[in-house]
């Protein structure tokens, strides 16, 4: 299977830590990593909210205990981020998702500079031995209508592609969404920016599909993603 990136998301080995641990029956520590879509701003309690979804949904597939940890910072640029790498990767995670790029474009940041500083903490994060995943941005009114959006889109799915690091299309994935299931934008983000509880449960049970998916275990993604946002 190949994903809008062009790169094949089957290959064997793309989690191996992810998935010798579930295989094995060990316990697993997910760190997410971002700006507001970590935090949860939007969903009306943390049960709503990203963290806990995914722990539910990945559950079943992991008999040793699975643990999401949400490391999120509504607001957070590139450079604001780096400051936290450090406190995230101190609860030593076997997995780290990493969602970046969204506020980048809104303060008007520069790209190149963004680029750079996502390579160099990418490395420090897989240096730790922890497999590790990018999120691009989410479509919504407010980034539509931000002139320097595309280039940040663009650069979040070229250093996935120059690191070969697995990329997490949600961005067109929730173009998708809107399309299947007849909704504007709004209904999943009404602010225009952060997701409501539909919009969690939409992410975070794809989101937790896909990882499955790439670790090859059985069931996967048919038993895991029932995809009705309810």
């Not at 997490?168 to 299931?181: D, G, I």
């Not at 009404?190 to 975070?204: A, E, Q, S, T, V």
Request: hydrophobic share 45%; aromatic share 6%; proline share 5%.
């Amino acid at each position: 299977m190949t994903d809008t990136t062009g790169t094949d998301t089957t290959v064997a080995g793309v989690l191996p830590r992810l998935t010798r641990l579930l295989r094995d029956g060990k316990g697993v520590r997910i760190a997410l990593f971002g700006s507001s879509t970590i935090e949860g701003v939007g969903a009306s309690t943390p049960a709503h909210a990203l963290p806990a979804i995914m722990q539910g949904v990945l559950a079943p597939f992991a008999p040793g205990g699975v643990r999401v940890i949400g490391h999120g910072v509504g607001g957070d640029d590139a450079e604001a981020m780096h400051a936290r790498v450090g406190a995230m990767l101190a609860d030593r995670p076997d997995l780290i998702v990493w969602q970046t790029g969204s506020n980048d474009p809104l303060r008007g940041d520069d790209v190149a500079a963004f680029v750079a500083r996502t390579r160099d903490d990418l490395a420090a994060m897989r240096a730790t031995g922890a497999d590790v995943v990018l999120m691009d941005q989410q479509y919504c009114p407010v980034l539509e209508t931000c002139p320097a959006f595309a280039a940040f889109l663009d650069a979040v799915h070229h250093v996935a592609a120059q690191d070969h690091v697995a990329l997490f299309t949600r961005y067109v994935r929730m173009k998708s969404w809107c399309a299947e299931l007849g909704l504007d934008p709004v209904q999943l983000s009404p602010d225009g920016l952060h997701l409501n509880d539909r919009g969690y449960r939409l992410l975070g049970e794809a989101l937790a599909a896909w990882l499955i998916e790439l670790t090859g275990l059985p069931g996967g993604v048919a038993s895991c993603y029932q995809g009705n946002g309810a």
